[in-house]
């Protein structure tokens, strides 16, 4: 999605600031190591102290800048197509479409009992979340019962499910496919066994899926 590529942007940014500061950190070090220079006098010097304070600050800017941009960026919705909402339960998620006939269901993890060749191991759900692509889609998470997490990460999106409050964030799958999630906060026992699986598909066939839908 969009979003998971700024992310990944100010990954790679973050990253490239840290790797010359760890290059510059370390080359000091080493030649702190080998050399013999001496000066049992210096005890201040303001103008060193003063670079090596404005400097950091400066970098600081520079990474601070891109991060609030890109928090700002996760948090903008606009004229989102469709709504799901995402309700966490101990420990399955139920999923429900709003928009149309108010479509809702469970989604629980495949166990081994009806496990076959073609599911994916502890990621595979009985009832998928099927969504379009290339479409705004908002999603509004809850819980039930304690505080789970809906987390994405392929798409970018992690957000928590608290019981009592209602959150929101937003999802844009730019090709067809089956991406995987997971809870993502410790909510008990079985925490690892409530996966979240996304079916997208094309407009036309959402349509077809949402008429048929019994
Ligand atoms: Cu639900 Cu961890």
Known sequence: SPLKEQNIFFHDHTLIILIMITILVGYLMINLFFNKYINRFLLEGQMIELIWTIIPTITLIFIALPSLRL?????????????????????????????????EFDSYMINYEKFNIN???????????????????????????????????SLGVKIDANPGRLNQTNLFINRPGIFFGQCSKICGANHSFMPIMIESISIKNFINWINNYS
């Open 71 to 103: 928090l700002y960026l996760l948090d903008e919705l606009n004229n989102p197509l469709i709504t799901l909402k995402s309700i966490g339960h101990q420990w399955y998620w139920s999923y429900e479409y709003s928009d149309f006939n108010n479509i």
């Open 119 to 153: 599911n994916f191991r502890l990621l595979d759900v009985d009832n998928r979340i099927i969504l379009p692509m290339n479409n705004q889609i908002r999603i509004m998470v809850t819980a039930t019962d304690v505080i789970h997490s809906w987390t994405i990460p």
